[in-house]
């Protein structure tokens, strides 16, 4: 990063931890130390290469944590759903505590967390234990990675916010490409709870910076829709329950009961939420055409897109007896495709429309989860890995385009919350999304006695066609929709 950024809005200040309560002008940036505002970026970087790591290092480990727990490696998905779940659940009060009890206090609170529960799920001598600490591993994420940002975008001025944020997300991008790997040679070569024990060094190295970095900035909030909290809350986590128990024979029953009383719960946080003066998730953001269809469909089609990084892994050392490590090489070729295609996401969406692309991007990419189902255990690598990097460029390029234009319209107030709602959104589809490709695995496997091989084919093809469907969503954005946005 360059030496003088930020230099125009610099001061000195005697202590990062003397609390700052900026105005409520959007301009209003707190006084930075040099060394702040050169090193600042890194506090989000730690926290995005913690977080992102962690999500992506237990895929290629879930069989041999099954085979150490005496589980099925079809029903360790909890271990993944649980994490994904809490993040939903707490992103949306991540603001409102660093406004409340200040970003300092909240980030490293948040760190403690992330590395108390990573200690906890170390340590899991079950699957019902594993998923309580994943719980709370997830509690410190949902207030981890927010609150950096947050920080970052409260600390400098807007016309230097693209170079800071770029900077800081360069671990959004690595961490993908590593963690599988990672993974895989520590389930094989060490034991599984070094998955987790390597988020400690990360955890001691976001403190330090913590510490020595984090202004403590504090904004005049109001009151916490707690009522509204409880309700999404609620909602979220009965629903998600409901989709494994309706694979589960003897069980549809309370699944459909669960599934009313979810839609029940979200029709009274509707109602709720046009009464309530400041609602968690404001009803006028779906006034706003693309917010509304951009949302929507990045729920359903990510439902598909989300099971394949839980399944394939599994495919691979279940089915076709792959090493974690092999499996883990084989995973790579996603992040390669994904990193691939950054710079071509922009002109493709100059060039075609968000609708067009969306549209097409969605429909290969359900074709691609269809070919997975074409895959055996004969087939070589290198043959395997170009549909894995087209496949990776095709999530990258849906995501961009999915985010840009669900947030791209709001405008003022509208644009904090419709972001926060998006992020819920995005962990929501991915808790159903691994919950409702395992229920179906497990319905095919199970309840209809399909052979394992047999089972992972039927779940792709399904999977795969389900996605093609879901792009029929965005056929509602006119060709017009987002070209203000490049």
Known sequence: MSENLGNESIEKVKDPAEPVTLSQNIDSKPKLTSLQAKYLPYVLAVALFMQILDATILNTALPEMALALGE??????????????????????????????????????????FSIGSIFCAMSPNLNILVASRILQGIGGALMTPVARLILVKSYPRNQLLTV?????????????????????????????WIFLINLPMGVLGLILGFKLVPDLREITGKLDLFGFGLFALAASLLTLAVELLSDAGDEVLGVALIVIALSLLYGYVRHARKASNPIFPLSLFKVHTFSIGITGNLLTRLGISAVPYLLPLLLQVAFKYTPSQAGWLLTPIAVGAMGIKPWVSKLIQQFSYRKVLVINTTMLGILIILLAKLDASIPWYYIAPLLVIMGACNSLQFSAMNTITIGDLSGSQTSSGNSLMAVNQQLAISFGIAFGAAILTVFSERLGFEIVSAFHATFYLLGILTIISGLSFLRLSPEDGRGLY
Not at 74 to 91: D, E, G, P, R
Not at 165 to 193: D, R, T
Request: net charge positive; proline share 7%; glycine share 8%.
């Open 72 to 113: 099925s490696p079809l029903k360790m998905q909890w271990a993944i759903i649980s994490y994904a779940l809490t993040l939903a659940i707490f992103i949306p009060i991540s603001g409102f505590m660093a406004d409340k009890y200040g970003t300092r206090k909240v980030f490293l609170s948040a760190i403690v967390l």
């Open 165 to 193: 944020m770029n900077f800081a997300v360069i671990p959004a991008l690595i961490a993908p490409l590593v963690g599988p790997l990672v993974g895989g040679y520590l389930v094989q070569y060490a034991s599984w709870h």
